[in-house]
């Protein structure tokens, strides 16, 4: 009995090895199909964001779906630029009122430095705020309502 369920479960097993392909797949499951051409995902082809695109070779053209996550993404960089340049505008307008209100946060130039973070405790320990020494919107709301 055991040499017919081991027969049976090498029956199941030997055409998914032979089916197998030995390259690396994405996190959606996706691979590079180098024999068929284009791009094959396993889970039939359930992938979020996807694009058509043309095989790279000059064979039959063939379209498929590609994950976003594989695209190059320079809005990626954009964003990261915008998001830095709004921090260090936050940082910059918190030195300023900090200045303003006799807390010594340097000169104010967007960068969060040692200084910078010492008076934002301090400002934090005068009003009974949550001492984190961060720049947050929220500091800043209560900053610019101290200023006036």
Same mark, same amino acid.
């Given at each position: 009995m ?21 390259? *690396? ?13 284009? &791009? ?13 695109? *043309? ?23 954009q ?23 006799? &807390?010594?946060?340097?000169?104010p ?21 949550v001492?984190d ?8 709301e ?7």
């Amino acid at each position: 009995m055991e040499i017919k369920n081991a027969l049976l479960l090498c029956l199941f097993l030997i055409p998914s090895l032979v089916l197998a392909h030995g390259g *690396r797949t994405d996190k959606y499951g996706c691979h590079n199909d180098r024999k068929n051409g284009g &791009y094959y995902c396993h889970n039939s082809g359930t992938i979020p964001q996807t694009q058509n695109f *043309r095989a790279s070779d000059n064979s039959a053209a063939t379209n498929s779906t590609r994950p976003q996550s594989l695209k190059t993404q320079p809005a990626n960089s954009q964003m990261r630029e915008t998001n830095l340049a709004a921090y260090k505008k936050l940082v910059l307008e918190t030195q300023s009122a900090l200045n303003k209100l006799g &807390y010594n946060a340097g000169n104010p130039d967007g960068v969060l430095g040692k200084q910078s973070i010492k008076a934002i405790q301090h400002f934090q320990v005068d009003n009974e705020m949550v001492v984190d020494g961060k720049v947050s919107h929220l500091l800043l709301e209560v900053l610019l309502g101290k200023v006036g």
